[in-house]
């Protein structure tokens, strides 16, 4: 069993047992120490892993850190445990702040068994970073840091390797959710670098707030550009596949053939709202799952090619007026577009109705 492979079993095993999972041992039982098995330690060999490890802290005899993993008589990991659903972000790291100081560890991890943060002391030597380089959520595996992981495990740890790819991941991370903070809500700074770049006038309140407006609507066209350069990617790999599952598919074949015999027409405008729809949910899930299903009256977006399943309808055959059916519960309810571009404004909606099949999937299963 590989890596990812462990990682999903322990997910799997995990999520089963925590409404049992009440205290800090218990979370440790049974989220941490499988964890770290799955690193490859031995967590029952107290020359690789050994539970309520002490330092030698100058003045203080009684400080311990829950776990340390140790290679060559040396401890290289720490590991801070915390009961499951403890708030990480509430939780004082002064023991792996210490350790920092009086052992050879790099790497510090604080846990509440199901979230996973990774610290190192990439801003100053021997001083644990305030913010994580790492972050592991073992329920969310489709966003895992897989490969940044298996740099931690037994048999390919080698921190002289790691730490400058920490480095780069830290700062990487960082810079991504500033990104989206500004993208939410532009800071004046912000605002003023890109204005200052492309204007020359003095800029007041006034013109500042003008420039705020602006700078939003380009990152939220900028933000749909990539979306749809990793769509047309996506739609290049997958297009085989969706040819062989349309194949597959004795109901959407029949349906063809009646969409033929009954004059129905697809229409580039449909397909064009169709591929915006599949840009919005390329983030979500694997685009090739969102199919389309032309009638008379409506052009069909699904998941799955499932009609009972679908994401929204288009209503683009009217020469006057345009609308997009979206779905609340199981009730359809239409809104007025003015052009296909105008889909973009229902991202909210469109997430929300596949979230709402996937758990669906989820409790049936």
């Known amino acids: 069993m590989d890596f990812i492979d462990q990682l999903k079993a ?4 995990a999520e089963k047992q925590l409404d049992n999972i009440k205290t800090e041992e218990a979370t440790k039982m049974a989220l941490v120490a499988p964890f770290i098995n799955a690193l490859g330690y031995n967590v029952f060999d107290p020359s690789e892993v050994v539970p ?4 030698d802290v100058p003045g203080r005899n009684n400080d311990k850190v829950d776990y340390a993993i140790m290679l060559d008589g040396k401890a290289v990991i720490l590991i801070e445990c915390k ?17 920092f100081h009086v052992t050879e560890s790099r790497i510090g991890v604080l846990t509440d068994g199901v979230i996973y943060r990774f610290y190192s002391d990439l801003e100053k030597p021997n001083v644990m970073d305030e913010r994580p380089f790492l972050e592991l959520n073992i329920l969310d595996l489709e966003h895992a840091p897989v490969e940044e992981l298996k740099k931690l495990t037994k048999a390919a740890f080698n921190i002289e390797e790691m730490l400058p790819a920490a480095w780069e991941l830290k700062y990487t991370r960082e810079f991504r959710k500033i990104l ?29 707030e003008q420039f705020r407006e602006i700078t939003k609507q380009a990152l939220k066209e900028f933000v749909n550009l990539q979306v ?17 599952l349309a194949d597959e598919s004795a109901e959407d074949e029949e349906s063809n053939s009646e969409n033929i015999g ?7 405008e449909e397909l064009q709202g169709y591929h915006i729809v599949q840009a919005i949910l390329a983030s979500e899930t694997d685009p090739g799952r969102i199919t389309w299903k032309d009638t008379r009256n409506y052009f069909n977006v699904l998941l799955d090619s499932n009609s009972w399943r679908p994401l929204c309808r288009l209503y683009l055959n009217s020469k006057s007026i345009k609308r997009i059916g979206l779905f609340d519960k199981e009730d359809e309810y239409k809104e007025e577009i003015s052009s296909i571009s105008d889909i973009y404004r229902y991202a909210d ?13 989820a409790v049936s299963s």
């Open 228 to 244: 749809n350069a990793r769509l047309q990617t996506a739609m290049a790999v997958s297009a085989d596949l969706q040819v062989e």
């Open 52 to 55: 309520e490890f002490t330092a």
């Open 262 to 268: 009954d004059g129905i027409e697809t229409t580039e």
């Open 180 to 208: 989206v903070s500004q993208a939410k809500d532009p800071s004046d700074d912000f605002v003023k670098v890109l204005a200052k770049a492309t204007y020359s006038g003095v800029i007041g309140p006034k013109k500042l």
């Open 349 to 361: 909606q469109l997430k929300g109705a596949l979230e709402k099949y996937e758990v669906k999937v």
């Open 10 to 13: 322990l997910s799997s095993t």
């Open 83 to 99: 009961s499951y659903g403890t708030n990480l972000d509430d939780v004082h790291k002064k023991q792996l702040h210490k350790y």
